[in-house]
């Protein structure tokens, strides 16, 4: 079936409740009292990213919820994006002994700036969309991610632009951001001598004419943007207006319906994402069930997020009722989500990865499949 029996039962069945009594998902006794935290951008600039991971895991919740004695909570930590407001956001969280698990950081300089907290007290996370290789290097037993890497989306994003676009040349620019920067710098690096030249903007800036020129006299066949799409909307435009009639190749940052502002501009921009389509199969009852609650197709990473407050949920089911035994059951889970094979190594990192191409067309973000 598009979504698995075992996730169906977990979203849908999940009743057990209570110290002694058996309650209806299973025989398990879940525990009771007990919180989620999403923590991620819900205002701000980059709140379209966190729209659909708040809602995919708020779907989790609220399907557990249906029928449970004890409900389980979903706090929102809304950090803007920013890894300036995460130490204290994180602080946050571990004071409060009710949230055993944290679904995010949801990007990667927060979970930087947050990670070292959350590691210290022992609260378990897994980010459903933070991407950059060295968040598992840092000895983290708490950190987990629900999808692939920068180490795989970035060589993904260079293959599909030598094998399919076959650009011969490619301009490489990034936002300075933890995430944009260490992703151009894979891009980069991958492409070899097929890089003409690089340049790196910054969060909020508006105007790139001293960027556009660069590019320009290049012209390049494409260029590669690493960062999100508050910044890539303006720059495709003021690339666009300047005369670069190439291949815009940008990630997972820039999966957002704002980037289809630049309009006209944006027609045939490639977007690179470790997250599986809405129209997958796999997705297919997930997707349905999102569109009800929520009125909305599934954005970017919802369905990341679905799988990752699942396994949280999974360990309450089984009666878990503090962070010590949840982080075990995180780090042994090996069960299959709707997106893929949920199991961590040691590092925190899935085992099943995959990676896929969009494109802007008829004004709208469409799959073209897997990069294989």
């Known amino acids: 079936m598009g979504i698995s029996a075992a996730v169906l039962a977990l979203g849908l069945s999940l009743t057990a409740c209570g110290t002694t009594e058996d309650g209806d998902g299973g025989g398990s006794d879940a525990a009771c009292d ?9 205002t701000g600039d ?23 004695k004890c409900k389980v909570g979903l706090e929102k930590k809304d950090s803007q994006g920013s890894p300036d407001a995460a130490p204290a956001l994180a602080t946050d969280v571990v004071s409060d002994e009710s949230i055993i698990g944290v679904v995010g950081p949801a990007f990667s300089g927060e979970s930087a700036a947050a990670g070292p907290i959350f590691a210290e007290e022992g609260v378990p996370t897994i980010t459903p969309s933070a991407t950059n290789p060295t968040l598992a290097d840092n000895g983290w037993a708490t950190f987990h991610r629900a999808l692939g890497n920068d180490a795989t989306q970035g060589p993904a994003a260079a293959k599909y632009i030598k094998d399919t676009i076959k650009a011969k040349t490619v301009y490489v620019i990034d936002d300075a951001s933890e995430y944009g920067a260490g992703l151009a ?30 590019v320009t006299d290049k012209n390049p066949d494409a260029v590669f943007f690493g960062g999100y799409y508050a910044e890539a909307t303006l720059l495709i435009g003021q690339l666009r207006d300047g005369g670069f009639k190439g291949t815009f190749v940008v990630a997972d940052g820039v999966k957002d319906p704002a980037f289809l502002d630049a309009k006209k501009a944006a027609e045939g921009t490639i977007i690179t994402c470790p997250c599986i389509p809405d129209t997958d ?9 999102y569109e009800a609650e929520f009125g909305e197709a599934p954005g970017t990473y919802a369905a990341e997020s679905y799988d990752a407050a699942n396994v949280f949920l999974a ?18 889970y090996d069960e299959k989500g709707i997106t893929k094979q949920l199991k961590f190594d040691d590092k925190g990192e899935p085992a099943d990865v995959h990676v896929y191409a969009y494109t802007v067309k008829d004004g709208a973000i469409v799959p073209v499949g897997e990069i294989k």
């Open 34 to 42: 007990l919180k989620l935290a999403f923590f991620g951008p819900e």
């Open 315 to 332: 360990g309450i089911k089984d009666g878990i009722d503090d962070r010590k035994d949840m982080l075990e059951f995180v780090n042994d």
């Open 281 to 289: 199969p796999a997705v297919a009852d997930f997707a349905k069930a």
């Open 185 to 214: 710098g894979i891009v980069k690096k991958d492409l070899g001598g097929a890089v003409s030249g690089t340049d790196t903007i910054q969060q909020k800036q508006t105007d790139f004419s001293a960027t556009v020129t660069k």
């Open 46 to 68: 980059a709140a379209g990213l966190g729209k659909p991971i708040i809602q995919g895991a708020q779907l989790a919740v609220d399907q557990y919820n249906k029928d449970a």
